[in-house]
């Protein structure tokens, strides 16, 4: 007897990528510096880790909003009861205005056409519901977020169309992989209602040229068909070029009040920023009235609570601190990217260049013992097991090319980054010294004798008490 609905059973989540597979194997042992230093350094986590000591100084500086109080007079009963579902007035004006201003103040954002969610998570799957119908398509430019498959797919039952981009021009995106994407489509009888852009790019850490932007309106404009600028990460950009929303775009172009405008979509959320996951503070901005309207009824069934609603109006209210924040955080996360560009460049491993974001996307095709993606799974297992590092595969990212991988660096310590950057590079290290006396690379990786000899080489000769788990 079928006692479950079918998507009790639909594989369609993505839980068994291998970016979701790594999370599992470092949860079964995590690295700690102090209790586990033998352990699995998590790098397949984009988390925000850089700026704790600025929000601590910000909630330390205003006992009022973390007390949920109003000129010294508790208000706690005020939040805790019910609230409209479209969201404090309070706390979408400053997050309106922060979104300018991490946007340089070259945009406009009205605060009505905001819509809270519950994360950027539930943004993109609500816009799902509202631009598409089960078994239309959604083009993504590879590689995208491994979370796609599961935020665009699993509950709305859209289709993941790719946008094929390679290395060749640093994964840009062309008219023809556009074009090309919009046939595949049509091929395979589904009907497109728009594309889908990270800006700044997840996984790669670029932001999207005034070139690609352009291409990208001009290209929805003549399918007459949506967009959506997933801009999670335009807090962000650490180096030039400075980001550039789809909006300013919109605007420079004298789009208002043209049904272009209402085809334009962005998703956001204080995750990144902010470093506050936990918070579960997303939005959508559309121009579109019908979608707000749609988007602000389902966003019943994710809400953003009034209480945190009411201490990030306090914060981001406060104009001194936003300005501060966001300037030393971009510092920040300069700082540390050089980090790992530094130690991977000294281990002989490359990355693309990148502006943005929290994590490098990085060029390990030379370590690859043939040019298919099962030789990329060989190497995302060793470093796994033997090097103990949890970075994701480009396969779980939909790249074309075998050999890239995303590798986080905001989530850590420098301490713990170190700790990565030595352990890689013993293990390339390893990786020459074994081909250059002319071992076969399988047979090396098979034997238990020379993993172990590998393990300790890298965490040091007490290793012998490290489990491995195939």
């Not at 640093?170 to 489509?185: D, M, N």
Request: proline share 3%.
């Amino acid at each position: 007897m079928k006692l479950l609905s079918k998507k009790v059973k639909c594989n369609a989540h993505g839980q068994d990528s291998s970016y979701f597979l790594g999370w599992q194997e470092y949860e079964k042992n995590p690295y700690n510096e102090v209790r586990n230093p033998r352990g699995i350094i998590q790098m397949g986590l984009a988390e925000n880790q850089l700026s704790f000591d600025l929000l601590e100084s910000w909630l330390a500086q205003n006992p009022d909003a973390v007390g949920f109080k109003k000129n010294g007079e508790s208000i706690l009963k005020e939040l805790a009861l019910h609230q409209d579902y479209r969201g404090l007035p309070a706390f979408k004006n400053a997050l309106a205005e922060f979104m300018e201003e991490i946007r340089g103040n070259k945009v406009r954002l009205k605060s009505e056409n905001l819509v809270l969610t519950a994360g950027a998570t539930s943004a993109n799957e609500t816009l799902m519901f509202c631009l598409a119908d089960p078994g239309n398509a959604f083009l993504l430019p590879t590689p995208y977020y491994p979370g796609f498959d599961r935020d665009l797919k699993w509950r709305t039952e859209i289709q993941i169309v790719p946008i094929q981009c390679n290395s060749s021009n640093g994964f840009r995106i062309t008219g023809s992989a556009l074009e090309e994407a919009y046939k595949e489509a049509e091929r395979r009888n589904l009907k497109v209602k728009g594309v889908l852009v990270t800006n700044p790019s997840n996984p790669l850490g670029i932001t999207l040229s005034l070139h690609e932007l352009n291409l990208l309106v001009n290209f929805i404009e003549a399918k007459g068909i949506h967009l959506i600028s997933d801009e999670i990460y335009s807090g962000l950009v650490f180096n030039s070029p400075d980001f550039v929303s789809v909006m300013e775009v919109l605007m420079n172009k004298n789009y208002m009040n043209t049904q272009i405008w209402n085809q334009i979509h962005i998703v956001y959320s204080l995750s990144k920023d902010l470093g506050i996951p936990g918070f579960r503070v997303g939005a959508i901005y559309s121009n579109d009235k019908e979608v707000v309207s749609a988007a602000t009824k389902m966003s019943s069934f994710g809400l953003v609570s009034s209480q945190t609603q009411y201490l990030l109006s306090a914060m981001l209210s406060d104009k001194k601190f936003t300005k501060t924040y966001v300037s030393e955080n971009r510092k920040r996360l300069k700082h540390r990217q050089e980090m790992l560009i530094r130690g991977l460049r000294n281990a002989g491993i490359r990355c693309l260049e990148s502006n943005a974001g929290l994590f490098c996307w990085v060029d390990m095709r030379h370590l690859l013992s043939s040019n298919t993606f099962e030789a990329e799974m060989e190497i995302w297992k060793k470093i796994i097991y033997e090097v103990g590092l949890n970075i994701s595969p480009g396969s779980s990212c939909h790249c074309a090319e075998p050999g890239w991988f995303r590798v986080c660096f905001a989530n850590m310590s420098e301490e713990t980054l170190n700790c990565a950057m030595q352990r890689i590079k013993v293990f390339v290290n390893s990786e020459c010294k074994t081909n250059v006396n002319g071992s076969n690379r399988n047979q090396f990786w098979n034997k238990n004798s020379r993993r172990k000899s590998l393990a300790n080489w890298v965490f040091g000769q007490s290793f012998h008490d490290y489990k491995y788990e195939r």
